[in-house]
């Protein structure tokens, strides 16, 4: 290798891809250590497979254990109250054979089902995953069926890592929540927590359990956080009224990304003050806001969704974000939904620079609404349009010259897809700077001629579906990098 200081080789490793960093992997030392820390820098365990026991046999080693940041783990692979599908032929040979040879060995050794030893080498390799700083505990399939080597799992993994945590997220139903918060996990980094809450699969909870569960474990696990919290993420798809458990949640003084999906519907039937003064006590420190209130919205939903457009403007008018950067909202299907949206864009346009509206699809009334009280300094736009013609990047690109980066999910394309795609190549936006754009059509990226129209006339895009280049084959596009802060939201699917 070539005689350059260290931090040379790190700056320029920073422009190989991480594809092409993977295969450097016997080059020298240095560039080992690169490839290994790329390779089991992420590792999601939650089902089991033929290649679960030889990765967690792999991660026991010290040497590749301690290169773990991001862990996300099911400790009993979703085995547990499952109904497994039927073994083929050869898996019957398989286990027979295994069975056999354990009972050669010993009559009296107890044979562990795939699943269960997975569990036992997962909790062997955790001691030596001191380094993790991101912890995701995916306990869906958690209940009476489950046995003790799931505390097991817990206070070895606690024990491991958990003074080194600055993100936590658990994924499951109340009882398993309380379950790991009652393992009494010290935690004096974390500063960021995400939560997805879920009514229980195998065994519905009573109401009353699960609301004190909420409120006696829960809504205090959460304000234990209060004095570092900066990003809270709760996603609840459930049915339970969830009014008392924001009424229960504290001051935040440092949070500055919120973010909260769930049906408004179901879980807010009784109050949602609570909610309204959850964000008015934050609304000051606020930089990210996420609210998506109804993620399934349907035609006939209208009257459903009449309480959470009142409620929505009602918040926004009273509320005022100064220093919000990023929005993303589902302004319900209702004129005063959309209000609400466009009176919180009116109130913080001055710090805005990324904007998503979900799931309603603009009308090309809507969009001129949305486009008047939009500031030049907007850099990020995501948009669901009914119908999509050369005049929206016209309007776009008019209003919006400092956009980097464009996301848009269209109902319908001109029934003369040709005759629009000619009209675009003699339309050239010189002045605009986009960077990077994106179209969605009923799901799928939208075909690689109506991309390639779409660069022609907007010289400067350099990227399309935010995958770093223009290759319209996007099964041929490079693996992102993983984003493990809750800052960073998802875009997701339509």
Same mark, same amino acid.
């Given at each position: 290798?070539?005689? =350059?200081?260290?931090?040379?080789?790190?700056?320029?490793?920073?422009?190989?891809?991480?594809?092409?960093?993977?295969?450097?992997?016997?080059?020298?030392?240095?560039?080992?250590?690169?490839?290994?820390?790329?390779?089991?820098?992420?590792?999601?365990?939650?089902?089991?497979?033929?290649?679960?026991?030889?990765?967690?046999?792999? =991660?026991?080693?010290?040497?590749?254990?301690?290169?773990?940041?991001?862990?996300?783990?099911?400790?009993?692979?979703?085995?547990?109250?499952?109904?497994?599908?039927?073994?083929?032929?050869?898996?019957?040979?398989?286990?027979?054979?295994?069975?056999?040879?354990?009972?050669?060995?010993?009559?009296?050794?107890?044979?562990?089902?795939?699943?269960?030893?997975?569990?036992?080498? =997962?909790?062997?390799?955790?001691?030596?995953?001191?380094?993790?700083?991101?912890?995701?505990?995916?306990?869906?399939?958690?209940?009476?069926?489950?046995?003790?080597?799931?505390?097991?799992?817990?206070?070895?993994?606690?024990?491991?890592?958990?003074?080194?945590?600055?993100?936590?997220?658990?994924?499951?139903?109340?009882?398993?929540?309380?379950?790991?918060?009652?393992?009494?996990?010290?935690?004096?980094?974390?500063?960021?927590?995400?939560?997805?809450?879920?009514?229980?699969?195998?065994?519905?909870?009573?109401?009353?359990?699960?609301?004190?569960?909420?409120?006696?474990?829960?809504?205090?696990?959460?304000?234990?956080?209060?004095?570092?919290?900066?990003?809270?993420?709760?996603?609840?798809?459930?049915?339970?009224?969830?009014?008392?458990?924001?009424?229960?949640?504290?001051?935040?003084?440092?949070?500055?990304?919120?973010?909260?999906?769930?049906?408004?519907?179901?879980?807010?039937?009784?109050?949602?003050?609570?909610?309204?003064?959850?964000?008015?006590?934050?609304?000051?420190?606020?930089?990210?806001?996420?609210?998506?209130?109804?993620?399934?919205?349907?035609?006939?939903?209208?009257?459903?969704?009449?309480?959470?457009?009142?409620?929505?403007?009602?918040?926004?008018?009273?509320?005022?974000?100064?220093?919000?950067?990023?929005?993303?909202?589902?302004?319900?299907?209702?004129?005063?939904?959309?209000?609400?949206?466009?009176?919180?864009?009116?109130?913080?346009?001055?710090?805005?620079?990324?904007?998503?509206?979900?799931?309603?699809? =603009?009308?090309?009334?809507?969009?001129?609404?949305?486009?008047?009280?939009?500031?030049?300094?907007?850099?990020?736009?995501?948009?669901?349009?009914?119908?999509?013609?050369?005049?929206?990047?016209?309007?776009?690109?008019?209003?919006?010259?400092?956009?980097?980066?464009?996301?848009?999910?269209?109902?319908?394309?001109?029934?003369?897809?040709?005759?629009?795609?000619?009209?675009?190549?003699?339309?050239?936006?010189?002045?605009?700077?986009?960077?990077?754009?994106?179209?969605?059509?009923?799901?799928?990226?939208?075909?690689?001629?109506?991309?390639?129209?779409?660069?022609?006339?907007?010289?400067?895009?350099?990227?399309?579906?935010?995958?770093?280049?223009?290759?319209?084959?996007?099964?041929?596009?490079?693996?992102?990098?993983?984003?493990?802060?809750?800052?960073?939201?998802?875009?997701?699917?339509?």
């Amino acid at each position: 290798m070539i005689e =350059l200081p260290l931090e040379i080789w790190i700056y320029i490793v920073a422009f190989i891809p991480e594809a092409t960093l993977r295969d450097l992997l016997g080059v020298n030392l240095f560039f080992y250590n690169i490839s290994m820390d790329i390779r089991y820098k992420s590792v999601v365990l939650q089902r089991f497979s033929a290649g679960t026991k030889k990765l967690l046999v792999r =991660l026991a080693d010290p040497a590749v254990g301690k290169r773990v940041r991001f862990l996300t783990a099911s400790p009993d692979f979703q085995f547990y109250g499952t109904v497994a599908s039927p073994p083929s032929f050869g898996d019957r040979i398989n286990i027979l054979q295994h069975v056999l040879h354990s009972f050669r060995r010993s009559r009296f050794d107890h044979v562990l089902r795939p699943e269960k030893a997975g569990t036992n080498a =997962l909790i062997d390799a955790l001691p030596v995953m001191s380094n993790v700083m991101a912890f995701t505990v995916d306990s869906h399939s958690w209940g009476e069926h489950s046995g003790p080597e799931l505390n097991t799992f817990l206070d070895t993994a606690w024990t491991s890592f958990s003074s080194n945590l600055q993100k936590l997220s658990l994924r499951g139903h109340a009882a398993s929540f309380r379950t790991i918060i009652t393992s009494k996990p010290s935690l004096p980094k974390v500063e960021e927590l995400f939560f997805e809450l879920i009514d229980s699969p195998s065994s519905p909870s009573d109401m009353e359990d699960v609301a004190d569960i909420l409120l006696t474990v829960f809504a205090p696990f959460i304000n234990s956080f209060a004095p570092r919290l900066q990003a809270l993420t709760f996603w609840a798809w459930t049915s339970f009224e969830l009014s008392a458990l924001f009424k229960a949640l504290g001051n935040f003084p440092l949070l500055t990304c919120f973010n909260f999906q769930t049906s408004f519907p179901r879980t807010f039937r009784d109050d949602p003050s609570s909610l309204s003064d959850f964000l008015a006590r934050h609304c000051a420190q606020l930089e990210i806001l996420v609210l998506r209130l109804n993620t399934v919205p349907l035609l006939n939903a209208i009257p459903l969704e009449r309480p959470l457009s009142e409620w929505m403007l009602k918040t926004f008018c009273e509320n005022r974000f100064p220093h919000l950067q990023e929005l993303q909202l589902y302004p319900s299907a209702l004129p005063r939904g959309f209000d609400a949206l466009l009176t919180c864009i009116q109130l913080s346009a001055d710090t805005l620079h990324t904007l998503v509206v979900r799931e309603r699809y =603009l009308d090309p009334q809507d969009l001129r609404k949305l486009i008047d009280v939009l500031l030049p300094n907007l850099q990020s736009l995501r948009l669901n349009l009914r119908e999509l013609d050369v005049g929206v990047f016209t309007i776009l690109a008019g209003k919006l010259p400092r956009l980097r980066s464009l996301s848009l999910y269209i109902g319908t394309v001109p029934p003369d897809i040709y005759t629009f795609i000619s009209e675009l190549k003699t339309t050239i936006f010189t002045e605009w700077k986009l960077r990077n754009i994106g179209v969605w059509q009923g799901g799928s990226v939208a075909p690689p001629q109506f991309m390639l129209a779409i660069k022609h006339s907007i010289p400067s895009v350099v990227s399309f579906w935010g995958l770093g280049d223009t290759d319209t084959d996007i099964s041929l596009t490079n693996e992102q990098p993983i984003i493990w802060s809750t800052r960073n939201i998802d875009d997701g699917v339509l």
